[in-house]
């Protein structure tokens, strides 16, 4: 079974801090994305890559930042917190047919 | 945009009944696709639906497709307890790089 990890489930910040968000895949899938769900709102893509090193931007952007040096992890970069970043972040996986996603359990993030 | 829409936002049911929810989308697609999401977890693929495809059956879920009306459904036949979560449709559209979700219908199945 694919398995992605998102590495913590809870994070509580403060404004300003910076902040790391990290995923891994265990099925060499070459598509990641990162994504957040906010109620009403629901799943807004801010960041995907294709591959090593390739990032493209999704629909919300603005304020985050994305590394992915190997296949496996992919990081999605918080510069400086905001209380509007409170949200519950989705990594996912997918090979590039038929793009079936498989996600983590989630990073509920809360800045304070 | 190309967001899918999911009716009803919500939907409460007793256990045994079946659940229905429907996904409506605006321009042509390459495949849809169900999620589910138990509450605070991530999303789970249920099933896809490719465009020249019009049901498809996985255990209790079974899926239709009509691209003429733009449009799928996902029917939940003699719903358990353990069913109650978010379902989201997804759409697989040419010329898009990415998946487009919908916001989800929230069921719940009463024991």
């Known amino acids: 079974d694919v398995k992605v990890t998102q590495s913590s489930r809870y994070l509580v910040k403060r404004t300003g801090e910076k902040v790391f968000l990290e995923c891994v895949q265990d099925?060499?899938?070459?598509?990641m994305f990162w994504y957040r769900q906010d109620p009403g709102l629901g799943l807004r893509l801010i960041y995907f890559?294709?591959?090593?090193?390739?990032?493209e931007k999704g629909d919300i952007p603005e304020g985050y930042s994305v590394s992915r040096e190997k296949k496996e992890r992919f990081s999605l970069i918080l510069e400086s917190a905001s209380t509007n970043q409170t949200s519950m972040y989705l990594c996912a996986s997918s090979l590039t047919q038929d793009r079936e996603l498989f996600f983590g359990e989630g990073s509920r993030l809360t800045v304070l | 945009s190309q967001q899918g829409e999911e009716d009803p936002q919500a939907l409460s049911i007793q256990e045994g009944e079946n659940a229905t929810m429907n996904c409506s989308y605006k321009?042509?697609?390459?495949?849809l696709q169900w999620y589910r999401q138990n509450s605070g977890r991530g999303l789970v693929h249920l099933i896809l639906?490719?465009?020249?495809?019009r049901e498809k059956h996985s255990g209790r879920l079974r899926v239709t497709l009509d691209t003429s009306k733009k449009s799928s459904s996902l029917l939940i036949t003699a719903s358990r307890a353990a069913d109650t979560a978010s379902y989201f449709c997804?759409?697989?559209?040419?010329?898009?790089?990415?998946?487009?979700f919908g916001k989800g219908t929230m069921l719940l199945v009463s024991p």
């Open positions: 997804a759409t697989d559209h040419s010329g898009y790089s990415t998946l487009t």
């Open positions: 321009t042509s697609i390459n495949n």
């Open positions: 099925m060499d899938h070459e598509n």
């Open positions: 639906i490719r465009s020249n495809e």
């Open positions: 890559s294709y591959d090593v090193k390739m990032k």
